[in-house]
Nanobody, 124 residues
């Protein structure tokens, strides 16, 4: 199994920056990709960004392109999400996820392991 633990969430003002981290442990050698998803109250879980673990290639949702940066440190087994120019609509619980079976990066149903989530609140 793979265990994922997110951290770095908090309360910030619109326009501020925040950096989320996701520490992975367990059978991390089996990971093909990792991603960030978010879910606001009363809304469906949505894709934010993903990275292929071996190459570092990235993919972003249109809503965060140019503002968020996803990256990974293989040696530290840690995933990051640098969030810049935050907007109130970015407010949500952010989840880290790992894919071990070459699933579709934008589909949460194709990820195998999930963290507990970290709250991000952006005030106006």
């Amino acid at each position: 199994q793979v265990q994922l633990v997110e951290s770095g969430g908090g309360l910030v003002q619109a326009g501020d920056s925040l950096r989320l981290s996701c520490a992975a442990s367990g059978r991390t050698f089996s990971m093909y990709a990792m991603g960030w998803f978010r879910q606001a109250p009363g809304k469906e879980r949505g894709f934010v960004a993903a990275v292929w673990w071996s190459s570092g290639s990235t993919y972003y949702a249109d809503s965060v392109k140019g503002r968020f940066i996803i990256s990974r440190d293989s040696a530290k087994k840690t995933l990051y999400l640098q969030m810049n120019s935050l907007k109130p609509e970015d407010t949500a619980v952010y989840y880290c996820a790992a894919d071990t079976t070459y699933g579709r990066l934008t589909s949460g149903d194709d990820y195998d392991y999930w963290g507990q989530g970290t709250q991000v609140t952006v005030s106006s």
